[in-house]
């Protein structure tokens, strides 16, 4: 009997400050460790805003935000982000400290 494939997981991450990331490189590496399929987007918090106003949503809360967010994602579908290896976040860290010191 072969075994059965696995559900693909879709999850919505609004890119809030820097805080998204650590999540994002969590749910990378563990889903390539449980050899899970797994599709993450990366959203601008502008963009779900924007959503909500058209659907007339007033309240905020983070339930509400859970909710919306997976209701922006099944009703206009953005494609999966591919985040950069977080060696090149270093690497453009070091840039933009480099750049401020030369202002």
Known sequence: MQPQPLTPIYIGLEATSNYWKNLYYFLVQAAANLKVPLSITVINPLRTKAFAQT???????????????????????????????????????IDRQIHALRK
Do not use: G, H, M, Y
């Not at 997976?70 to 953005?78: R, V």
């Open 55 to 93: 659907i007339l949503r007033r309240s905020k809360t983070d339930k509400v935000d859970a909710r919306l967010i997976a209701q922006f994602k099944t009703e206009k579908k953005p494609r999966a982000f591919a985040v950069p290896l977080p060696q090149f976040e270093v690497l453009k860290n």
